[in-house]
């Protein structure tokens, strides 16, 4: 979760396999999948390696994605040159090419990108730095379609408390234009310990964790105080809260919660996920609402970032995470059509039994239907990105769709998250996605790379 390291996770899970002949193929092939109700035919455009320009060699790694739904520009941001800056790149055909890579200001050193989209076309790109002092987020605009990001949008957000502890940003944007940022806070860097896999990231071990939020009303030159989102500040333990913010302006945030077990030594259990809401921009949050039984929890070793949100055309909301209960690591799904108050019974993403990694994303499409994806080392072969479409009236509409063709070395840190938008459709009765992923493919000495691939089903 802190986007630093390097799962050496196992086992395999059968695929539906689809396109792709090479890291970039040649041109898309289709496959036509039987479900409970018609046919599904499923197309994956060639795959692209959208790092592979970058300024300076290295890994490029921990991947975010926004989508212009007006224009078709698809926006990347990660972590390049060997994790050591931060880079954007552009699409304005929907994910089929890039242009070169922009490096932003003021990320030498930086971690956990995050970007968004305004509804006037400007591009927030966000990430995490640190001083002497201070850990904060750094948040800059490009109104040139992420051509340049000008030093004079570019601002630091940091704290006034000093020595203080800060982690995994996201941001969004409102229909208004406002701009929302959350991400992980603590007064007192000394009290975090971490727990660091030897191939992924770092999870924390003790830490006074909250999710706070600042915001700005006019495109990011100026920001409002820093408040509280998750309850019990200054020992919340709440971390990783990605965020989405609805047509009529209300925000969610859904955020892994841990159970304290002392809020004076910072120590902490199990985590489960729970989702707020505010109305009135981020003044007053709901009362969280855990989502899933007690009884399915995530662990404080899992270093990935757990938990997703997203929402249809009709407002009806997603959440993914994956458990690790019993030694299996599980993904799942819920929706609500009620705004958040309520939470359907879970859908199991991922049909494996193992203890494999499973970083699961979604995004919302029309009315009633979500697309689920998630990055797993469940095969012998490695990592790979998989797919599948879900309808809240009837369940799966197929099994798992593996969009990557070549596998990536599972001992190499691919990022704790990926890139899944839905782009507008091209044709009447079809679906249009973007999806985006970190893989170390090449063998044992290869460098985590970016790719990028449309998925369109009809």
């Known amino acids: 979760m802190t986007g630093w390291l390097t799962t050496m996770r196992r086992w395999a899970l059968p695929a539906v396999v689809i396109g792709c002949t090479g890291l970039v193929s040649g041109p898309a092939q289709a496959v036509t999948l039987d479900t409970s109700s018609a046919q599904l035919t499923v197309v994956i455009s060639k795959i692209t390696d959208f790092s592979s320009d970058s300024v300076c060699p290295g890994s490029n790694d921990e991947v975010e994605q926004a989508v212009d739904p007006a ?19 552009t699409s304005a055909d929907g994910g089929l090419h890039f242009g ?13 990108p995050s970007i968004a989209v305004a509804p006037d076309g400007t591009v927030y790109a966000a990430f995490m730095n640190s001083t002497r002092h201070h850990t904060f987020p750094v948040v800059e605009a490009s109104r040139n379609h992420g051509q340049t990001f000008p030093l004079s949008l570019v601002k630091r957000l940091v704290p006034k408390q000093a020595n203080d502890w800060g982690d995994r940003d996201f941001i969004a944007v409102g229909p208004t234009g406002t701009v929302y940022l959350t991400w992980d806070y603590g007064p007192s860097a000394k009290d975090v310990t971490f727990i660091c896999s030897p191939a992924g990231s770092c999870s924390f ?31 919340g ?6 965020l989405l913010v609805g047509p009529g302006g209300r925000i969610y945030v859904a955020y892994q919660g841990y159970h304290m077990t002392s809020r004076t030594k910072f120590t902490m259990t199990t985590a489960h996920i729970f989702v707020t809401s505010s109305a009135d921009g981020g003044k007053i949050w709901s009362r969280p609402v855990r989502v899933g039984p007690s ?4 662990n404080r070793s899992e ?10 055309s009709a407002g009806n909301l997603y959440v993914t995470w994956d458990t690790q209960v019993g030694g299996r690591d599980v993904g799942w799904l819920a929706y609500s059509t009620d705004y958040g108050k309520t939470w359907s019974r879970l859908s199991r993403v991922t049909p494996d039994t193992d203890n494999a990694t499973h970083i699961v994303e979604v995004a919302g499409g029309r009315r009633g239907i979500a697309y689920v994806g998630w990055l797993a080392d469940n095969s012998p072969h490695g990592y790979a990105l998989y797919l599948r479409p879900f309808s809240i009236t009837k369940g799966w509409l197929s099994g798992p769709i593996r969009v990557s063709h070549a596998f990536g070395n599972r001992l190499v840190w691919p990022g704790d998250t990926f890139g899944i ?3 507008p459709a091209t044709a009447p009765g079809s679906a249009r ?4 992923w970190g893989s170390a493919v090449g063998g044992k000495h290869a460098t985590c790379q970016d790719y990028a691939a449309i998925v369109t089903f009809h």
């Not at 990320?107 to 956990?112: E, L, T, Y």
């Not at 999710?211 to 309850?231: C, K, Q, Y």
């Not at 333990?237 to 990605?242: I, L, R, V």
């Open 303 to 312: 270093w990935w970032i757990d938990g997703a949100i997203g929402m249809d």
């Open 295 to 298: 009884r399915l929890s995530m």
């Open 237 to 242: 333990g709440a971390d990783s809260a990605p």
């Open 421 to 423: 938008s839905t782009e």
């Open 71 to 89: 224009l078709g520009y698809v926006y990347e941001e990660w972590m390049a040159c060997g994790n050591s800056v931060i880079e954007v790149a």
């Open 433 to 436: 996605l973007v999806v985006s």
């Open 205 to 235: 071990a003790t830490g006074d964790l909250n999710i706070v939020m600042r915001t700005s009303a006019n495109g990011g030159r100026t920001w409002g105080p820093m408040t509280h989102v998750s309850p019990g500040f200054p020992a």
């Open 100 to 112: 070169t890579p922009v490096v932003l200001a003021d990320s030498a050193g930086a971690w956990d």
